[in-house]
């Protein structure tokens, strides 16, 4: 069992950036894939990006790929996502989820979701 905790999420303006930590509870964390989604209103949750459990692979949506970076720290039991020159489309409810045996680019292939935290860009 794991639980994961997102946070870092505000409003920041177009052009901005934000660092989303998730942290994971659980000796296991470093077993697992970690993704990172995200639900604007009205849409399907899509993905965004995604890290091997040793963090040696990275994997990206075309539409963040040069913007986002993702990392993790195994010994803290927490990944990151490093979002920068924001824009008004990145604006959603961003979700960290782990799993065993992913398919990287899909949501319901991972097993374990946090409760998402709020990022807003103004233009």
């Known amino acids: 069992q794991v639980q994961l905790v997102e946070s870092g999420g505000r409003l920041v303006q177009a052009g901005g950036s934000l660092r989303l930590s998730c942290a994971a509870s659980?000796?296991?964390?470093?077993?697992?894939?970690m993704g990172w989604f995200r639900q604007a209103p009205g849409k399907e949750r899509e993905f965004v990006g995604y890290?091997?459990?040793?963090?040696?692979?990275?994997v990206y949506a075309d539409s963040v790929k040069g913007r986002f970076t993702i990392s993790r720290d195994n010994a803290k039991n927490t990944v990151y996502l490093q979002m920068n020159s924001l824009k008004s489309e990145d604006t959603a409810v961003y979700f960290c989820?782990?799993?065993?045996?992913?398919?990287?680019?899909?949501?319901?292939?991972?097993?374990?979701w946090g409760q998402g935290t709020q990022v807003t860009v103004s233009s």
């Open positions: 890290i091997s459990r040793d963090g040696g692979r990275t």
């Open positions: 659980g000796r296991t964390f470093g077993s697992y894939d």
């Open positions: 989820a782990a799993g065993l045996g992913v398919v990287i680019h899909l949501p319901n292939r991972y097993d374990y």
